[in-house]
């Protein structure tokens, strides 16, 4: 399978906790997206980056949220201090500068916090 | 973010017959607005796009009509079937894409057999 894959796929953890997810775009795609989707609703933007830098950061991304891509492949999304508010299902997309907006989605983690 | 409108936020359609969803944007930079399925538990597969400059695209069963001057677009679902049933959602991106995609609230397409 060479889509964007996504690690986990599901993760339960307690308030306060720290969790980081993973994503894996598709091969020679340098652009990479993170969105977050509550239920009933559409994703939301978090951040971007082209190659390993971080371009866009949303207004949602709060002080507990940290994303790299330190090699310009694979990334990370980290919560820190995890609050209930943060249960919803993260999204990873990646496309190819220039192709105009093309995003390829993963299957998503799905985070609860209890 | 700029918003994107879409309605309705459920349908009922039986099959065999047309699925017509519509959005409608503010943001004049938009430039590219994709249409994705969503089934439950999974992330959003592209299904089809367009770019302002041509009023409609087709591939298959699925059609993209687009309104410039309204700000207007829609999708149509042609010979709806049950494996059909999910939910769809609009979005619109601008330019270099910097941004990410600003998507609609979807709709729930169920498909009776």
């Known amino acids: 399978d060479t889509g964007v894959s996504q690690d986990p796929r599901h993760k339960i953890t307690k308030r306060g906790q720290n969790v980081t997810f993973r994503c894996d775009p598709i091969?020679?795609?340098?652009?990479l997206y993170w969105y977050r989707q509550t239920l009933g609703q559409g994703p939301e933007f978090l951040t971007y980056?082209?190659?390993?830098?971080?371009?866009?950061k949303s207004r949602l991304l709060s002080d507990r949220f940290s994303a790299e891509r330190p090699k310009g492949s694979f990334s990370t999304l980290e919560i820190q201090r995890t609050e209930q508010g943060d249960s919803a299902m993260y999204l990873c997309?990646?496309?190819?500068?220039?192709?105009?907006?093309?995003?390829?989605f993963g299957p998503g983690t799905r985070l609860l916090v209890l | 973010q700029q918003q994107v409108k879409q309605s309705p936020q459920s349908l009922i359609v039986q099959k065999g017959g047309i699925s017509i969803i519509n959005c409608a944007y503010e943001?004049?930079?938009?430039?590219?607005f994709p249409w994705y399925q969503q089934f439950p538990g999974k992330g959003p597969a592209l299904l089809i796009a367009?770019?302002?400059?041509?009023s409609e695209k087709k591939e298959g069963r699925f059609t993209i009509s687009f309104n410039k001057s309204a700000k207007q677009f829609s999708l149509h679902i042609m010979d709806s079937q049950p494996g059909d049933s999910a939910t769809y959602f609009c979005?619109?991106?601008?330019?270099?894409?910097?941004?990410?995609?600003?998507f609609g609230k979807g709709t729930h397409l169920i498909i009776q057999p």
């Open positions: 997309a990646s496309s190819i500068a220039g192709a105009g907006g093309t995003q390829y």
């Open positions: 091969s020679e795609h340098n652009r």
């Open positions: 980056f082209q190659n390993e830098a971080q371009l866009e």
């Open positions: 943001n004049t930079a938009f430039d590219y």
């Open positions: 367009i770019r302002p400059d041509v």
């Open positions: 979005a619109a991106i601008s330019g270099g894409g910097a941004d990410g995609l600003t």
